[in-house]
Structures are given as C-alpha cells and as structure tokens.
C-alpha cells in the first residue's frame, strides 16, 4: 500500500483503472465459464444412459473450451501483474503509460491552431 501511495496522481488513477478493468474481466470470464459448464452439465446429465464417455463426449463443447482457455489466460495475465508489483517491474509500465497520457494531453490542449482560450463571458443554451 505504502508503493501505491508514494505513486504520482496520474499512476494511481491508471492501477485503479487497471484494477477496474480485471474486475470486469473476472466477471466476464467467470460467467461464461459458469454458463458453459452449467450447459455441458446439463448436456452429460441427459446424456448418461449412453455411458460415462459417451456422456463426457456429449458434455464438450467449443464454448466449454473458450470459456476454460479465457479463464486460463486471464490467470496467467493477472499473475504476471501481480509478479510486476510485487518486484517492481511494473512501474516501467505505469511511467510509459503516464508519459503517453500526459503527450495526448499537450497535444489535446494545444490543438491545431495553439491553446484555446475563452474570452469574454460563455453563454449557456
């Protein structure tokens, strides 16, 4: 927690943006995973009258693999960040990312024609 504090303002937000967005995917990837294996259940239940292989044959599915391939790949991501941290690897990453984000904001704030400046009072519709 102290690594995270002692981080600039910018590098935080994009850890809480990156924490969000594994959140997102844990839901995702678990829910497919759930819904997939509820179908190949449901599919070896109905087939088990025509023998314990036959039935695990019926249960599979592409859906059963994706969902297993995504869950296996999102571990190992999710591993691999948390390796970054914890050796502080990561923080080239967070400082790449920063500086990205801080040249789209000079070259948003500059425009095409310079800096944009309001004069005179705005007028609300």
């Known amino acids: 927690m102290d690594r995270y504090q002692r981080l600039p303002e910018r590098q935080r937000g994009l850890v809480l943006l990156a924490l969000l967005a594994n959140a997102l995917v844990t839901l ?55 390796r970054a941290a914890q050796t502080g690897s990561g923080r080239q990453l967070l400082e790449r990312a920063d500086g990205w984000l801080t040249a789209k904001a000079q070259e948003h704030d500059a425009g095409p024609t310079g800096p944009t400046q309001l004069t005179g009072p705005t007028q609300s519709v």
């Open 28 to 82: 995702i990837v678990k829910a497919a995973l759930a819904a997939a294996g509820i179908s190949a259940a449901r599919r070896i239940l109905e087939a088990r009258d025509l023998g314990a292989r036959r039935a695990l044959r019926a249960g599979w599915s592409p859906a059963l693999a994706a969902a297993a391939a995504a869950s296996l790949a999102h571990w190992a991501v999710r591993a691999g960040a948390i």
